[in-house]
Structures are given as C-alpha cells and as structure tokens.
C-alpha cells in the first residue's frame, strides 16, 4: 500500500491522532494553515471526492459528524470553523485519500486562493 494517508491509519507513520473509531480517523495537519488543522479521513481509501458512491454515504456524512463534534471539542464550533475538501489538481489536492481539512481559530477569507 503506497498511500501516506494508509500508512498513517495502519500506524506505519506517526501522526497526533485527535480521533479513531472503525471507520474514520483524524490527525493533526502537519503544515497548519490556521490554529486548528484537523484532516479527517475515512479508513476506506477513496482517492478523491470522484469516488464517493452510494454505498459510501454513511461514512461520508459520518466524517462530517466527526468534523463537527471535534469543533465542538476544540471549543471553535461557535465562532466558526472551515470544512475543506479539495479535489484534482487545480483545486490544490496533494494527497490522494479523500480528507476533510477542520481549519479554525483565525478569520477566515472568502474567495479562497
Ligand atoms: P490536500 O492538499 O491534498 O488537500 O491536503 C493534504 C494535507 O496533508 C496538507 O495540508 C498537508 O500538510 C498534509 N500532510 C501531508 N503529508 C502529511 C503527513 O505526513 N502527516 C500529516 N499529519 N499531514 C500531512
Ligand atoms: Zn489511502
């Protein structure tokens, strides 16, 4: 298995996880763009947004649940949070794993760049 985000969920290179559970795991960005920089993942690999399937809603609106309860956690959930997911080239995506970035704790700009 050659994708980082696999080897980070099997362990095989350390991350500060922030939570697990069967299916989803999140872990601290390891470049913050803002205070809070949390990717969430889910442990099935899904190269890119692209692959989502019907099958695969469950998991996806569970990664938001996870998105939002760790919000809640980080005490950010009030004054806002940003839920990111970039997909193919031009939108800036690095890593083929679908992630979910929390980005959190500054202002936010809109347009993004
Ligand atoms: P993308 O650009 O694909 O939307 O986001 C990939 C994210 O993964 C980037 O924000 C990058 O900083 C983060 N990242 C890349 N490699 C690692 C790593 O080895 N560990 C952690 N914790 N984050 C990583
Ligand atoms: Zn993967």
Not at 40 to 45: D, F, G, L, R, S
Not at 86 to 113: D, Y
């Amino acid at each position: 298995m050659s994708c980082l985000f696999c080897k980070i969920i099997a362990k095989e290179i350390p991350a500060k996880t922030v939570y697990e559970d069967e299916t989803v795991f999140a872990f601290e960005d390891i470049h913050p763009q803002a205070p809070v920089h949390i990717l969430i993942i889910p442990k099935k690999h899904l190269s890119t947004a692209l692959e989502i399937e019907n099958d695969d809603h469950p998991l996806i609106g569970h990664m938001f649940q996870v998105a939002n309860r760790i919000a809640r956690d980080k005490k950010v959930a009030d004054r806002g949070f940003r839920l990111v997911m970039n997909c193919n080239r031009e939108s800036g995506q690095t890593v083929f794993h679908i992630h979910l970035h929390l980005l959190a704790g500054r202002t936010m700009h809109w347009p993004p760049g």
